[in-house]
């Protein structure tokens, strides 16, 4: 069965870091094509949710050196962590939307971009189920409503549309302000590298 990554009701747990480290060793193997709006919601959660956690832990697994494990017992930085992750998935998921979109609309002259609020509300939905706090939901629906009511369709895709969750990889990351500027090509580099594979990704499974 394939594994699923969905946010949980709790703060971060070790079970979390498992899912992180069997992430970093499963290619991102295309299981099905996407022929359906069904399909499309399906990827742009999982992946989104994917590259949100996969980035997240590394750095902060990078920055706390091997004992990382450790950190599980102060309990005022799970609350950040957990704070995080949940903003910097939100974020994750509107670039995603909007980048899928505007790639079919591109390039395979796909018109009916009202899908993407549709799927993008069905999947916050479902999170705030799942526990998204209600300020990351407000915050998320408040900015999608503003990105899209700005949005160049034919040009989205092909105009830095991942930037705005690399930035907020690199704002919500609990990690001193100090370390973070030293930080701050690498911290947006490594998610944007990961969006490369997703995007290789979203091209090979619509290629009907």
Same mark, same amino acid.
């Given at each position: 069965? @394939? ?7 709790? %703060? ?14 499963? @290619? ?44 599980? %017992?102060? /309990? ?7 704070? @995080? ?49 209600? /300020?990351?939901?407000? /915050? ?11 949005? %160049? ?19 919500? @990351? ?21 969006? %490369?594979?997703?995007?290789? /990704? ?7």
């Amino acid at each position: 069965m @394939a594994l699923k990554y969905k946010f949980n009701l709790k %703060d971060i747990t070790l079970q979390d870091f498992k899912v992180y480290l069997l992430a970093l060793f499963k @290619a991102i193997v295309p299981k099905k094509k996407i022929k359906n709006f069904d399909d499309l919601e399906d990827f742009i959660q999982k992946k989104s949710a994917w590259v949100s956690q996969v980035t997240l832990y590394s750095y902060l697994k990078t920055r706390m050196g091997t004992k990382y494990v450790l950190h599980f %017992d102060n /309990e005022v930085l799970l609350k950040s962590i957990n704070k @995080a992750k949940w903003n910097i998935y939100s974020v994750a998921l509107q670039d995603l939307t909007f980048y899928s979109f505007s790639y079919l609309k591109t390039f395979l002259n796909f018109q009916d971009t009202g899908k993407a609020k549709e799927i993008f509300y069905s999947i916050l939905q479902n999170e705030k189920k799942n526990g998204m706090p209600k /300020e990351v939901f407000d /915050e998320a629906n408040k900015t999608f409503d503003e990105r899209l009511s700005n949005i %160049d369709w034919n040009k989205y895709c092909s105009s830095l549309p991942f930037n705005s969750s690399a930035l907020a990889l690199y704002k919500w @990351a609990p990690i001193s302000d100090e370390l973070k500027t030293l930080d701050r090509k690498i911290v947006l580099n490594s998610m944007i590298l990961k969006w %490369d594979n997703i995007k290789d /990704e979203f091209k090979k499974l619509i290629n009907i």
